[in-house]
């Protein structure tokens, strides 16, 4: 926030200073909101490593609140992001306390109702007039996954998860630390009609499930403020940059 102009009275009044620190948390709530995927130069082996050259590269921003907007510490998660010509990369980093995984997992094929398990999310759309058209990914501790075009219009229509985005995963649980790792391939073409390019920006919100009832958490970048996750109008930014 630039202040040009301004007379040492107007910096001594009481009004205009709390205008001031209005102006500046408005500032850094609309920061909150956008999630900066910064350029790689190649597209390399997908690898959940954070500690890589190609995921030290990237910006990170947190899954810590649930749905209605409360801080959940204990699961503060982060996501990092980085894109290039042909896809967008995504590595989740959830840190857990018991796990509530699928029996009889199978990853060679997509898992239809994955987000009954621990599961970490990516909702993105690239159409600004059309909010309630975007694409679901999702990953397990496992490296189970699911790819859905929703279409908020077409309520009863579950053929969603029928449509193929050809993303890959990779995933592992480190027992140790109590923390698993989730990372996503997404194809640029299976979310925008436009080419891959800085200054794109995409409609975009992270979530986890995490956890078995009657304590299961739901948890997000953007609180949605209700129970369902499928809340467009209160998805964040992602933009692409060098």
């Known amino acids: 926030m630039i202040l040009a102009n301004v007379s040492v009275n107007n910096l001594m009044n009481p009004i205009f200073q709390v205008l001031v620190l209005i102006g500046c948390c408005s500032s850094v709530f609309a920061a909150d909101t956008v999630m900066q995927s910064r350029w790689a130069d190649a597209d390399p082996q997908l690898n959940t490593n954070p500690a890589s050259t190609f995921w030290q590269g990237s910006q990170s921003v947190y899954i810590e609140m649930n749905a209605h907007g409360q801080v959940e510490p204990k699961y503060k998660t982060e996501v990092r992001t980085r894109w290039t010509r042909k896809n967008i990369y995504i590595l989740f980093i959830c840190p857990y306390e018991q796990l509530n995984l699928k029996p009889n997992p199978d990853t060679s094929a997509e898992t239809n109702g994955l987000w009954n398990w621990d599961v970490a999310e990516a909702f993105i759309g690239s159409d600004f007039a059309n909010i309630k058209r975007y694409k679901?990914?999702?990953?397990?501790?496992?490296?189970?996954?699911?790819?859905?075009?929703?279409?908020?219009?077409?309520?009863?229509?579950?053929?969603?998860?029928?449509?193929?985005?050809?993303?890959?995963?990779?995933?592992?649980?480190?027992?140790?630390?109590?923390?698993?790792?989730?990372?996503?391939?997404?194809?640029?073409?299976?979310?925008?009609?436009?080419?891959?390019?800085?200054?794109?920006?995409?409609?975009?919100?992270?979530?986890?499930?995490?956890?078995?009832?009657?304590?299961?958490?739901?948890?997000?970048?953007?609180?949605?403020?209700?129970?369902?996750?499928?809340?467009?109008?209160?998805?964040?930014?992602?933009?692409?940059?060098?």
């Open 136 to 242: 679901e990914f999702e990953i397990s501790p496992r490296g189970e996954w699911v790819d859905l075009d929703i279409d908020l219009d077409r309520q009863h229509d579950d053929s969603g998860w029928k449509w193929n985005s050809g993303f890959e995963v990779s995933a592992r649980i480190d027992q140790a630390a109590h923390v698993w790792y989730g990372a996503m391939k997404i194809p640029y073409a299976s979310i925008d009609t436009r080419p891959a390019q800085v200054g794109n920006t995409l409609r975009i919100n992270l979530f986890r499930c995490q956890g078995a009832s009657p304590d299961r958490k739901y948890l997000a970048w953007q609180p949605p403020m209700r129970d369902s996750f499928h809340t467009p109008e209160k998805f964040g930014t992602l933009k692409l940059v060098k």
